[in-house]
């Protein structure tokens, strides 16, 4: 849409192993500012993975990520702090501050990076959470608030800065359509309200259309189909037809067996592996 | 061992550089944490202190009744706990409790995510979480120590006025005239360095974790040994160089 727009983000040939396994296997794209991305494909494709080498924290194999102009996979840990201020990022599990209540949690980047008065970070604190449906949860602890709340005060964090750039690893799972409803309404409003640029992993196909001005589907570590809303809606592909309209059968294998799923799958090899199984045979 | 190493540059970073960059710490959470690692830890320091010092005059007791000595028990109990017992139990009592608190802390905060999500939000984490543990535990594991001394000595104090032939008055005077200031010196020395030891070593530990709650347990104990370890270690190596070179 924007196609004209700045580049914020580009990736380049991205790879990325665990072991024989890759997980990425040279994945390439560009975001432009104002621009929402939505990133979609089966659980354990290597959704997370990928926002996490957009990120900078973790190093891929080979490839190159580039944000806002500037190489950040070589980066050293002072260089990319100073990129880390201009985006904010909801992680797949909220990832709040046990230790902190809600609003600290909420309040912790202002603290860090801002030399606002307590009260100014006070207010703040109360309107981001306002924008996620939270009002008068300052005072909980995460252990207190359900999942889908812990996501959006994670959202609120994220949204903290007022960042250019959102990273949001699905913001709205474990959300009642509601809600979802004003995740999405409000991801929207700053996209179009601030030209702000996000990218969105979702496996809600509602949400996802509703957002989205460009989609990627991933599958077998690569590329399974990218385009508009409309493109992907009307993809030829299978695989993408499968997976938009949630059908069982079609050609992504739904049942691996156990074999099938360990060569797929890195696994860790474990120490001792072989003693182990002789003490079951044994016991057993 | 490298992880180790480079978390020590990192907190002298934060300690000595990064102050003058104009990037000072905070205070608040060190108060914090010296509530959390010292202040928690005193009831049992005291427990320790007080039976270490009531054992230590009952042996001297022992001892030199033999000799005709028993004079020379108090400077026996105020010897052993301000050079030895006093920074090694105490330094054990604070590994098990405080050390091993900070390791499993840290490491769940690795596993949950938390470390990353500081790390995303350019908030380093040894400067927001390790730093003020140091400072906490670099004055509380001394103060405790000294804490600790008092207190054994009123053990011995209580075996001496109540069992044996000694006035509150003689007591203090021989075990004062015993001691020499280097004598608590060396015993804050070793308690210094034995800080930095458990607290790096359990903090290591923690922001080291892999694979989930079961990683956490883990590590924890790893670093509770790899601490008693590398105190006990320490203490052999300082008594060397403080009391047996000169
Ligand atoms: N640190 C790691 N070590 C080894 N393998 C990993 C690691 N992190 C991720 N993987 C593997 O990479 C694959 C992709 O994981 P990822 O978390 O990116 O999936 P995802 O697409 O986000 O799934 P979901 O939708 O369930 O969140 C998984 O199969 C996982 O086993
Ligand atoms: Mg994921």
């Known amino acids: 849409m924007n196609a004209n727009g700045e580049t914020i983000i580009e990736v380049n040939h991205l790879v990325r192993r665990f072991g024989d396994r890759a997980v990425l296997d040279d994945i390439s794209f560009n975001v432009h500012r104002g621009d929402t991305l939505v990133i979609m494909g089966g659980s354990g494709c290597g959704k997370s993975t990928l926002l996490r080498h957009m990120i900078g924290s973790m190093k891929p194999t080979s490839g190159s990520v580039k944000l806002f102009g500037e190489e950040v996979t070589g980066m050293s840990e002072r260089e990319i702090e100073r990129v880390r201020l201009r985006f904010g990022m909801l992680f797949q599990s909220g990832a709040l501050l046990a230790s902190l209540t809600v609003g600290e949690n909420v309040a912790l980047p202002l603290l860090q990076h801002t030399d606002k008065s307590p009260d100014q970070i006070e207010e703040i604190v109360k309107q981001k959470l306002q924008m996620v449906g939270l009002t008068g949860f300052e005072d909980l602890r995460p252990d207190e608030i359900s999942g889908g709340m812990k996501k959006r005060v994670g959202l609120a964090r994220a949204l903290a800065l007022d960042p250019e750039l959102l990273f949001s690893d699905e913001p709205t799972s474990g959300l009642d359509p509601i809600m979802t409803a004003v995740v999405d309404e409000l991801t929207l409003n700053l996209t179009k309200g601030t030209h702000m640029t996000a990218v969105v992993v979702s496996h809600d196909m509602t949400s996802a259309f509703r957002i989205a001005t460009r989609m990627i589907m991933l599958g077998h570590g690569s590329i399974v189909a990218q385009g508009t809303p409309d493109e992907i809606r009307n993809s030829p592909n299978p695989e993408v037809q499968q997976f938009i309209h949630g059908k069982p059968d079609g050609p992504i294998p739904l049942n691996l067996s156990q074999d099938e799923h360990e060569h797929h799958q890195y696994v860790k090899p474990r120490p001792f592996a072989w003693a182990r199984g002789r003490f079951h045979g044994r016991t057993r | ?246």
């Open chain 2, 1 to 246: 061992m490298k992880n180790y190493l480079l978390l020590n540059l990192s907190i002298l970073y934060w300690i000595f550089i990064a102050p003058f960059k104009g990037q000072f710490f905070k205070i608040a959470p060190i108060f914090r944490q010296m509530v959390f690692i010292g202040v928690r830890a005193a009831p049992m320091v005291a427990l320790t202190a007080f039976s270490v010092g009531v054992t230590l005059a009952m042996q001297a007791a022992h001892s030199l009744e033999s000799l005709g000595a028993q004079i020379y028990i108090p400077d026996l109990v105020m010897l052993t706990l301000l050079r030895e017992m006093g920074p090694v139990l105490i330094a054990v009592i604070v590994i098990g409790r405080s050390g091993s608190a900070v390791a499993a802390e840290l490491g769940t905060m690795k596993v949950s995510e938390e470390i990353e999500a500081l790390e995303v939000m350019a908030i380093n984490p040894v400067q927001y979480l390790v730093v003020p543990r140091v400072f906490a535990m670099l004055v509380m594991l001394p103060a405790l120590t000294i804490f600790g001394n008092y207190i054994g000595i009123l053990g011995g104090w209580a075996v001496c006025r109540y069992a044996l032939d000694f006035n509150t008055a003689g007591y203090v005077l021989r075990a004062l005239e015993s001691a020499e200031t280097w004598d608590l010196y060396s015993g804050m020395i070793k308690s210094v360095v034995f800080a930095w030891l458990i607290i790096t070593i359990a903090c290591n530990a923690g922001l080291n974790v892999e694979g989930g709650a079961e990683g956490v347990g883990q590590s924890t104990t790893a670093s509770v040994v790899e601490s008693l370890l590398a105190m006990l270690v320490m203490n052999a190596i300082l008594t060397g160089i403080f009391f047996f070179s000169a």
